[in-house]
């Protein structure tokens, strides 16, 4: 990957939804090249989707819920029936498996503290491997960011 491919990607990063023909005009390069270029990006699995950001106060998710959770043990099929269980739950916009103090560190979006509760309550404990969870509730957001750092 090249100086011009890493500008490429910076800039389909801030907005996906440049046409071939104003991609190109920022980067510098004609139309074909920058085409297949992005095209070979994609093929490398570099650009792996598409998507659009929500504003998450438009569609009544405004609060992020971070939890750490530990699990009761850690054999393949307690991580494994975690996991599954987890990949379910659409609140759960993240899922970390972590060294360290806890096993699994989740990122939780809900529309309010109410609907986390009822959320914990109905859903997340109700796992059966699940020992304890911690949950953490960010104050304000300082920088949040879908792009890589591409130097």
Known sequence: MDQID????????KNGKLQNNELAQLIGLSPSPCLRR???LEDDGVIEQYVALLNPQKVNLAMNVFARVWLK?????VVDQFVEAIKEMPEVVECQLMAGDCDF???????D???YRKFQIHHLTQI????????????????????????
């Open 105 to 111: 560190f989740l990122r939780i979006v809900v529309a």
């Open 73 to 77: 043990s850690q054999e393949a099929a």
């Open 38 to 40: 992005v095209k070979q």
């Open 128 to 151: 059966p491997c699940i020992q304890s969870v911690k949950t953490e509730i960010p104050l304000q957001t300082v920088k949040s960011t879908t792009a890589l750092p591409l130097v």
């Open 6 to 13: 890493k500008r490429i990607l910076h800039e389909l990063q």
């Open 113 to 115: 503290l109410d609907a």
